[in-house]
């Protein structure tokens, strides 16, 4: 859309989260400019214009000084935040971290990996970085919130806006959307497996207790995904975004103390409190998950198999089916409707759904059902689904009462950056900005050469 700024549609995160990996290194040529106390790099240019196209897969090309114009408008946030005396926990810039290099990990197989492909001498060093860009985004997104967070647009507003496009010939067109819900079986271990679990978890304990190391204990046995890089260490707060279970244990103990076994939904669990620091505290912890029988997935594969020869059989509906069996609690009350998670509604859009999702769901008609398939959680937990298209829209012009909360949403976007334009301009005229004389000769939206 025309009236939404190009670089917006990217995302805030580029400049740094992404923009500073590109593939092949490039040299800090020099400063191309200063907003406030912010300084822009002639690398920070060429970096987020590559993550631009290679997010947008060559479709999207942008010039130097639009690339350079909303950078700085980026920077203008981060700096007026500080100003603001905008607040970021310690502890939640860490979450964002650790999410971040667990996505580079998913991407590239390994910390070692992420570490190596992005240049940086050892994992330290990458963290160090990290941090920074997310102390400096989460300024930068809540810089944007407080300035928009009052912008609202009545049902007027929105006909306006839409019958505004049709006159312009400008309506955007939405593609194929589908509506989904899903029956899940879990394959939950025996007794027998969980109580081999506790008993290897008492015996590490003991040992610890006794003198072993609880980091070597970790990395021989522990089941948590980030063990080769941390050693089961992790620095928390009361606000960290760890499970209950984790925080409760870590909290209930003294320093050097090892915990007794506690469950979570990612298994069980021991950890020792290494170091009190104040309201943070340093924990080693190890994770096991206790072991599912063949015999108990290929039941749960058969059960469920049965199920769906039941639906299309119409022995019983699908809705059914989801209150007497899933597993799934968050569906399960719902009959089993999924929700989107990047726009918090039922309907995902086909080009955009994630690629396993999308291969099960491409070809199926409107109440057609998938083959029965296996997944695993990211807690560990093993499963079978079988999803059904409740609903299928084909590709079609946006259309204001069909499509009412998407329009909504675009006139609110359009009206939020009409909000943030004026911003803009009045902070503009309040912040010391210098520009190198390669960026003097660009024609600006903003008067920053003032």
């Given at each position: ?28 040529d020099g400063v191309a400019a200063v907003v406030g106390d912010k300084i822009i790099l002639d690398s920070d240019i060429v970096k987020y214009k590559q993550e631009i196209e290679n997010s947008s897969e060559g ?9 350079m114009e909303d950078i700085m408008t980026q920077k203008l946030l981060a700096h007026q935040a500080v100003i603001d ?366």
């Amino acid at each position: 859309m025309k009236f939404i700024k190009k670089c917006h549609v990217v995302g805030v995160l580029l400049l740094g989260l992404n923009g500073m990996f590109a593939q092949e290194k490039i040299k800090i040529d020099g400063v191309a400019a200063v907003v406030g106390d912010k300084i822009i790099l002639d690398s920070d240019i060429v970096k987020y214009k590559q993550e631009i196209e290679n997010s947008s897969e060559g479709k999207a090309s942008f010039d130097d000084c639009e690339i350079m114009e909303d950078i700085m408008t980026q920077k203008l946030l981060a700096h007026q935040a500080v100003i603001d005396s905008v607040l970021v926990s310690d502890a939640e810039v860490e979450a964002g971290v650790q999410r971040t290099l667990e996505h580079f990990k998913s991407q590239v197989g390994s910390m070692d990996k992420v570490v190596s492909l992005y240049g940086f001498d050892d994992l330290e060093d990458l963290r160090t970085e990290l941090t920074r860009i997310e102390r400096e985004n989460t300024l930068i997104q809540r810089e944007r919130n407080s300035v928009t967070q009052e912008v609202v647009v009545t049902p007027e507003e929105v006909r306006y806006f839409y019958n505004d496009l049709k006159e312009k010939g400008d309506l955007p067109s939405f593609g194929i959307e589908v509506e989904l819900s899903q029956i899940t079986l879990n394959a939950n271990p025996t007794q027998q497996a969980i109580d081999e679990v506790l008993e290897k978890l008492n015996q590490i304990k003991s040992d610890v207790e006794n003198g072993y190391s609880m980091r070597l204990k970790a990395i021989l046995y522990s089941e948590d995904p980030g063990v080769a890089q941390n050693g089961g260490k992790y620095t928390i707060t009361r606000e960290s975004p760890f499970v209950k279970e984790f925080k409760e244990a870590a909290f209930s103990l003294e320093e050097g103390e090892v915990s007794e076994p506690f469950k979570s939904q990612f298994g069980y669990h021991i950890l020792q409190v290494e170091k009190v620091k104040g309201q943070q505290r340093d924990v080693r912890h190890i994770l096991l998950q206790p072991k599912i029988e063949e015999a108990k997935l290929n039941a749960a594969k058969e059960k469920l198999e049965s199920i769906r020869a039941q639906i299309l059989a119409g022995e019983i509906t699908f809705e059914k089916a989801v209150s007497e069996f899933s597993d799934d609690k968050a569906t399960r009350l719902n009959q089993g409707k999924l929700v989107n998670p990047y726009t918090n509604d039922a309907k995902f859009e086909l080009n955009k759904m994630d690629a396993k999702l999308f291969s099960k769901v491409d070809k199926l008609k409107e109440g057609d059902l998938t083959q029965v398939f296996y997944e695993e959680s990211r807690e560990g937990e093993k499963m079978y689904k079988v999803i059904k298209v409740t609903k299928r829209t084909d590709a079609h012009e946006a259309d204001l009462v069909k499509d009412y909360v998407k329009i909504q949403e675009l006139a609110l976007k359009k009206k939020e950056q009409e909000t943030l334009d004026k911003w803009y301009k009045s902070r503009i005229k309040d912040t010391y900005v210098k520009l190198n004389s390669t960026h003097q000769n660009c024609n600006y939206k903003y008067n920053w050469k003032h």
